[in-house]
Structures are given as C-alpha cells and as structure tokens.
C-alpha cells in the first residue's frame, strides 16, 4: 500500500471539514441576524432568494463535487501501484490548488482570481489521471 498517496487525501478530507463548519457557522450566524425562519429556507431557490452570503457554503459544495475524482484516483493509484514522485506531486499540488480555491472564494471571492486557480486544479487533476493511464497502458 502505497500509504504517503493517502495523506494528501486525508488532507483534502480535514480541509472540507473545515470548510463544512466554516459554511454551517456563517449560515446559522447569518439565519439568526436576518431572523429568517428555517422552513423558509427548505428549497434551493429559497436559499438563494434569501441569503446573502453563500460563498462559503458554495465552496463546502464544490469540495464535493469534483474531489471525488481525486478521491477515486488516490485510492486507484494505491491499488494498482502507481504512488511514485510524480503522482504524489500532482496529489499534493491539486490539494493545495483546492485550499486556494476557497481561500479566494471565502475571501473576494472575485471569480477572475478564482477562475485560474479552478482551472489549474482540473488540470492538476487530469494530469494526474494521465499518469494513472500511463501506468495501465504500460503494464
């Protein structure tokens, strides 16, 4: 098993989490200051049509979204072998191109700074792929 391939996993894990009770903490504070009832909020388009801030629970949702196929390529990755240097660089790099994502998206959450920094991330991501496809093509 190909055990340093796993931590750039957990921590992209604990980093949604963090985010998580970021998102929730921002929400609650946010319900109680608009004094909205919770019921009103029980519909996605509610949501939007009465909340403010979102950034935060935005980016709780989008590091549950493509991050699976990080996921998925870690655990292949330790499967099959293929946890040398390069993947675990790409591994490492796609993590922190996640915590910048939201550290733009919590922050200005200006979407010409967020954009690149997305985009390099599905890059990192790809690449990683790749790598994994290189692996098999060769075996």
């Given at each position: 098993m190909q055990a340093p391939l796993l931590m750039p996993m957990m921590a992209l894990i604990a980093w949604?989490?963090?985010?998580?009770?970021?998102?929730?903490?921002?929400?609650?504070?946010?319900?109680?200051?608009?004094?909205?009832?919770?019921?009103?909020?029980?519909?996605?388009?509610?949501?939007?049509?009465?909340?403010q801030d979102t950034a935060a629970m935005d980016n709780f949702n989008n590091l549950l979204q493509l991050p699976v196929l990080f996921y998925v390529a870690c655990l292949a990755a330790t499967q099959i072998?293929?946890?040398?240097?390069?993947?675990?660089?790409?591994?490492?790099?796609?993590?922190?191109?996640?915590?910048a994502h939201s550290a733009v998206q919590l922050g200005s959450n200006?979407?010409?700074?967020?954009?690149?920094v997305w985009m390099a991330g599905n890059l990192v991501?790809?690449?990683?792929?790749?790598?994994?496809?290189?692996?098999?093509?060769?075996?």
């Open positions: 949604t989490a963090i985010i998580g009770v970021v998102a929730v903490r921002r929400r609650v504070a946010e319900i109680r200051r608009q004094r909205i009832p919770p019921q009103s909020l029980a519909r996605a388009k509610d949501v939007a049509a009465l909340l072998g293929a946890g040398g240097l390069p993947v675990l660089f790409l591994a490492w790099g796609y993590v922190l191109l996640r915590v200006r979407v010409m700074r967020r954009f690149p991501l790809f690449a990683l792929w790749s790598c994994l496809a290189a692996v098999l093509a060769t075996a």
